[in-house]
């Protein structure tokens, strides 16, 4: 069975950084991409990246190219995404989630809530 | 980036009834060398991560209840289900895999009348 399991709730002042974790298992981790999503309160959830595992490459949408960074450990099948310069409106559940080349998110893990509050 | 926007915001409908969702991208999403449509549909319950229901617009994942369906091509498609049951309650977003970022619609709460 494949599960992605993420860390835990994480609170942060504004400006810091949050590094969350989202471990796999059950599969080849080098055989998927590993996405990135975050979903405010009462709103859809919004795509922040995507690292290709077996080539070590990311993708990330202008809005945030300069504050994300995600890094695939294939030598603990692990996921990160770090978050920097943190404001009020970041303040959301973050999602990891697999897909195919071209594919639909089949996968995803339980969820980290993020709270960014002074 | 391509823009999806489903109607309506929200939906009440009696048990045992229909429910129709709608889904439209602001440009096609069907890619033509394999006449595929990249257009996923998603269940969420409160507390819960998002559920792939459908791929490719209508292929219904394993394990989903056939009154689930998907239906339509380039811009405007549909979820359908047929029979609703009170397990269906949640929140339904549709998702564009043809083009980076791939971006989500705003989603439709279903409830019961």
């Known amino acids: 069975e494949v599960q992605l399991v993420q860390s835990g709730t994480e609170v942060k002042k504004p400006g810091a950084t949050v590094k969350i974790s989202c471990k796999v298992s059950?599969?080849?981790?080098?055989?998927?991409?590993m996405h990135w999503a975050r979903q405010a309160p009462g709103k859809g959830p919004e795509w922040m990246g995507l690292?290709?595992?077996?080539?070590?490459?990311?993708v990330y949408p202008e809005k945030f190219q300069g504050r994300v960074t995600i890094i695939a450990d294939t030598s603990t099948h692990t996921a990160h995404l770090e978050l920097s310069r943190l404001r009020s409106e970041d303040t959301a559940v973050y999602y990891c989630?697999?897909?195919?080349?071209?594919?639909?998110?089949?996968?995803w893990g339980q969820g980290t809530l993020v709270t960014v509050s002074s | 980036d391509i823009v999806m926007t489903q109607s309506p915001d929200s939906l009440a409908v009696s048990l045992g009834e229909r429910a129709t969702i709608n889904c439209k991208s602001s440009?096609?999403?069907?890619?033509?060398?394999?006449?595929?449509?990249?257009l996923a549909w998603y269940q969420q319950r409160p507390g819960q991560p998002p559920k792939l229901l459908i791929s490719?617009?209508?292929a219904r994942e394993s394990g989903v209840p056939d009154r689930f369906s998907g239906s339509g091509s380039g811009t405007d498609f549909t979820l359908t289900i047929s029979s609703l049951q009170a397990e269906d309650v949640a929140v339904y977003y549709c998702?564009?895999?043809?083009?980076?970022?791939?971006?989500f619609g705003q989603g439709t709460k279903l409830e019961i009348k």
């Open positions: 440009q096609s999403i069907l890619y033509n060398s394999n006449n595929r449509n990249y």
């Open positions: 059950g599969y080849t981790f080098n055989d998927y991409y």
């Open positions: 690292v290709d595992p077996k080539h070590g490459e990311t």
């Open positions: 989630a697999l897909s195919g080349n071209y594919e639909p998110f089949d996968t």
């Open positions: 490719w617009a209508s």
């Open positions: 998702q564009q895999y043809y083009r980076l970022p791939y971006n």
